[in-house]
């Protein structure tokens, strides 16, 4: 093919892959991540992180941690990113293996609120969270868990 812009329309130029690649970055936080969303602060943007260690990061573009949070001491199965309070900057959502879902402030990653869901001796684990905007502009906040019944 000529060119190989065939490949990648999207990209436009044919060599705009290679400088798509040559734009990535390697960031060394210390911990072992595992998922990573953006967020935005403004008219910036943020990486929201979790680790394999239960922690959560918010990290800016050029690798300096802006806070974190070690939650519950159990795997961390999801990420999202929205502004629940109103105030600019993104919120981070956690779905916690341990059955809790936790919203922690983008800005100082204080943890504004948690909830179990599900009640009960044993907690099903939380594996996906996102926020979702009725037509009236309410919020919501959606979750999903697995459980095992006989």
Sequence with gaps: MAG???????LGHPCALRQAIAGVTSL?????????????????????????EE??????PEGTTVWRNELAGYMIHDLWCDDLTGDG????????????????????GKRLWSSTPMSGSHKTPMY?????RAVDGTKYVAYSASSISN
Excluded at 41 to 52: Q, R
Excluded at 55 to 60: C, E, G, K, N
Excluded at 128 to 132: F, I, L, M, P, T
């Design 128 to 132: 996906a969270v996102c926020s979702v």
């Design 89 to 108: 900057t993104d919120d981070v959502l956690a779905a916690n293996a341990d059955g809790h879902v936790c919203c922690l402030d983008g800005s100082t």
């Design 55 to 60: 922690t959560v990061l918010r990290v800016d």
């Design 4 to 10: 190989g812009s065939e490949l990648y329309p999207r």
């Design 28 to 52: 060394d936080t210390g911990f072992t991540i595992q998922k990573v969303r953006t967020g935005k602060a403004g008219p910036d943007t943020f990486i929201a992180a979790a680790s394999y």
